[in-house]
């Protein structure tokens, strides 16, 4: 177990709806990185987080957005749902400081837009 | 744009034979490589990992190489156990600014009892 938290784990939207993922970091990490990964691919950067703040952005539209509170913990938000959008939703937490650049996976919430 | 290229797709080996899975990244400014094992149903575990001033990484029975010039780095698991099948995907990023990972597609690893 990596500590990292998601939720929820499963989810079904309609075309069109709007839907929020949750993360919770790894104690001691202030760094949350979210990825989509599609059935049968590896995963791909959404953004990442750092200190409440974007930290870098993947190839994703704007309708991708996200928050970091102060406990680090971390929201996506995805808006105008389209089917493509199905995929397994990826929070990774890293504790960024000197020369470290691991990054803990959660177990991922999947998403099936319909 | 920044790539990384996975091979093979599928790999089968038998029980206690040796596993090789290779990788090459696009990105020369790319100095952190981190393979992640993923089960069904599960997020990427980290299995090992190496930055771009070492050559060479092992850990019980894995072990990771890296050659900088040809931008080349696998992963090597001996003994292989059932235990070993699953999803890996090697990745590279920078340690410096935002630390994305860029991932490959992924190798799954049948381990034949």
């Known amino acids: 177990e990596t500590g990292v938290t998601q939720s929820p784990t499963h989810l079904i939207k309609t075309r069109g709806q709007q839907v929020t993922l949750r993360c919770s970091s790894q104690?001691?990490?202030?760094?949350v990185s979210w990825y989509q990964q599609a059935l049968g691919q590896g995963p791909q950067f959404i953004f990442q987080?750092?200190?409440?703040?974007?930290?870098g952005r993947g190839n994703f539209p704007p309708r991708f957005s996200g928050l970091q509170f102060p406990n680090y913990s971390s929201e996506l938000n995805v808006n105008a749902l389209e089917l493509d959008d199905s995929a397994l939703y990826l929070c990774?937490?890293?504790?960024?400081?000197?020369?470290?650049?691991?990054?803990?996976f959660g177990q991922g919430t999947r998403l099936t837009v319909v | 744009g920044e790539n990384v290229e996975q091979h093979p797709s599928t790999l089968s080996v038998q029980e206690g034979d040796s596993a090789v899975i290779k990788c090459t990244y696009s990105d020369s400014a790319s100095n952190y490589f981190p393979w992640y094992k993923q089960e069904l149903g599960k997020g990427p575990q980290l299995i090992i990992d190496i930055r771009s001033n070492v050559g060479e990484k092992k850990d019980q029975r894995i072990a990771v190489t890296l050659n900088k010039t040809a931008k080349h780095f696998s992963l090597h698991i001996t003994e292989t156990q059932p235990e070993d099948s699953a999803v890996y995907f090697c990745?590279?990023?920078?340690?410096?600014?935002?630390?994305?990972?860029?991932f490959g597609t992924g190798t799954r690893l049948k381990v034949l009892a």
């Open positions: 990745a590279a990023s920078k340690i410096a600014g935002t630390y994305k990972y860029i």
């Open positions: 987080y750092y200190r409440e703040e974007e930290n």
């Open positions: 104690s001691g990490h202030n760094t």
């Open positions: 990774a937490s890293s504790p960024i400081g000197g020369t470290n650049t691991e990054a803990f």
